[in-house]
């Protein structure tokens, strides 16, 4: 394979780098040996296709790039935010001003030696070694956030990751990972952001590790825009504590092939789990696939956890939704519930929705269900009635049924910015 040959050639490189701690050094061999062994084998066979078609070109590594700070400000959602920028995964250092002690890059703590101890203590402790692309990732990592709060810190500015990808060569690989800590009741809010600035073809092997101490609060939202000629896996493993609460809202508009996989591991009890999410692919000459995994895993009594996820789909877009809850013996008292709908506005569009419950528990709550269907005729021939022409009649009805993910956000700037998104998407943006 040529991507495994090119892992064999860095890999010397990048293990005995000086600054890498033993541990780090630990992980990276074991994760060649893996990479190595399901390379060849393809042990896990759900993956086999995704897999074939990734490692089947001769990928680069993306090397530095500048960029124009008039191009970076109108990512400038929050003038009172708190922002981290990477480009090709670089960490854009000289465009951030330090505004908070708890925010770094992960370069930035392996480089100065500060707070290594916290690395090694959470960093990969989340993520399963039998995964070929996480072994990819721990072995070609570049950079990533890293935020650690200390215990009772609410932090009232928003976090902003900015992921830019500004390719020049089509079949590039990067590999970004996220360390995210939240100590015993402490509260933030994270908005990380993915664009593309080129229409080259590029993979993306994202992670994110957050882990929620007693009684810590966190909201996460995820965004993906431009990025229709892309493949990217991002992976995200929430670790949440006794009484945390974890809010994660995704929002899709575009991607070549875009797999989002969500873990929720409910460690504590009276933990809570929300997971949002909304695809819409209008794009008709592109083909776009969004594929969204997720697991909440429920080990202690107690706990809740709610999800819900829409899809939009048109031309010859696909959808996929694979959610599955765990409750394990001994963990009673848990609520759970699990909702995935889904439009498809052409025939050719596609979706596969399977929701999915493992009760081990005897007394739970718990419900999942999935819907499919296209716009509601009836709607769409009263508004015409009123005046209103079919095509944004179909929009309008579009918009409110996507309204409903929106109420999740409790950031009025992003709520705002989506708000926009959507309308500009949908065509209706001088109808309101």
Known sequence: MKLNKQLNFFI????????????????????????????????????????????????????????????????????????????????????????????????????????????????????????????????????????????????????????????????????????????????????????????????????????????????????????????????????????SICTLNNFSFEGKFLNENINFFSCGKKSKSYFNGLAILKKKSIHQYVKINSLIDHLFSNCESYQLTKSILDGTSKGSFNGKIIIHKKANNIIAFQKNNNILLNKNSYVYSNPELEIFANNVKCSHGSTLGTLDKNKIFYLCTRGIEKKIAKSILILLYAKKILKNINIPKIKLFLSKKILNILNLKNVF
């Open 12 to 243: 010397k490189k990048k293990i005995n780098s000086s600054f890498r701690k033993n541990y780090i050094n630990s992980i990276c061999k074991k994760s060649l040996k893996i990479f190595n062994e399901k390379i060849i084998s393809f042990s896990k066979e759900k993956e086999k296709n995704f897999i074939s078609s990734i490692i089947k070109y001769d990928y680069s590594f993306p090397i530095k790039e500048n960029i124009d700070w008039n191009i970076l400000k109108k990512y400038l959602i929050d003038k009172n935010g708190i922002y981290l920028f990477f480009l090709n995964g670089f960490y854009l250092s000289n465009f951030l001003e330090k505004k908070n002690k708890f925010i770094f890059s992960i370069n930035e703590i392996l480089l100065k030696k500060k707070s290594n101890s916290t690395i090694e203590n959470f960093f990969g402790k989340t993520i399963s070694n039998n995964d070929i692309f996480n072994s990819l990732n721990f072995l070609f990592s570049k950079d990533g956030a890293y935020i650690f709060l200390p215990d009772k810190i609410c932090l009232k500015k928003t976090i902003y990751i900015i992921n830019l990808y500004k390719i020049k060569n089509d079949f590039s690989i990067l590999n970004t990972r996220n360390l995210i800590i939240l100590g015993k009741k402490s509260k933030a809010k994270i908005v990380e952001f993915h664009e593309s600035l080129t229409n080259k073809i590029f993979f993306s092997n994202y992670i994110t590790e957050i882990y929620n101490k007693k009684e810590s609060n966190i909201e996460y939202i995820k965004l993906y825009t431009n990025i229709a000629y892309s493949y990217l896996r991002n992976k995200t493993y929430i670790t949440q504590k006794k009484k």
